[in-house]
């Protein structure tokens, strides 16, 4: 399952694997140093890997796995086709804002499918989002300093 999860996560941008490829190697590689000691006196290993295979499981429950309408794709709804009813309020906010929540509501409809959130999708959208917040506070700090470097020009201050 975790070698079938890994080729799917190649393969497709979209997949419906709960873990992303690092995550995935870091359990094979556990798996494959598992797999001498599941017949001996560690037990404990048994419990790691029925871990592991609940967590595919479920994900294969979510998922429809072998049922004619089975979800393929993350962003693939399986109840209900979405309408986008938006609010006048937040089509204004949207104008204002020039088009950020019209994009993030976007974004946030293919990772949140069916009530269900693909952790995946949702962890790279944080990291862009953090990306984006770090170059605005960058942007915005030298913006700050070059105002104050202006304003502590003396003949500037006295004309204000």
């Not at 004619?68 to 906010?93: C, E, M, N, V, W």
């Not at 959130?117 to 605005?136: A, E, P, R, S």
Request: charged share 20%.
């Amino acid at each position: 399952m975790i070698m079938h999860a890994a080729a799917v996560t190649i393969m497709s941008v979209t997949s419906v694997a709960l873990f992303d490829r690092d995550e995935l190697e870091k359990m094979l590689s556990l798996i494959t140093e598992i797999e001498g000691t599941l017949e001996g006196q560690f037990t404990h290993t048994r419990c790691v890997v029925a871990r592991l295979m609940s967590e595919f499981i479920k994900a294969k429950f979510f998922n429809f796995c072998g049922q004619p309408g089975a979800r393929l794709d993350s962003d693939q709804t399986i109840y209900f086709k979405d309408h986008d009813h938006q609010s006048l309020l937040f089509i204004i906010a949207s104008l204002l804002l020039f088009g950020t929540p019209c994009t993030h509501q976007k974004d946030l409809k293919k990772i949140w499918v069916d009530i269900i959130i693909n952790h995946v999708l949702w962890n790279q959208f944080i990291g862009k989002l953090n990306d984006k917040w770090t170059g605005l506070a960058l942007s915005a700090t030298v913006i700050f300093n070059a105002n104050m470097a202006f304003l502590a020009i003396p003949s500037v201050q006295d004309t204000a």
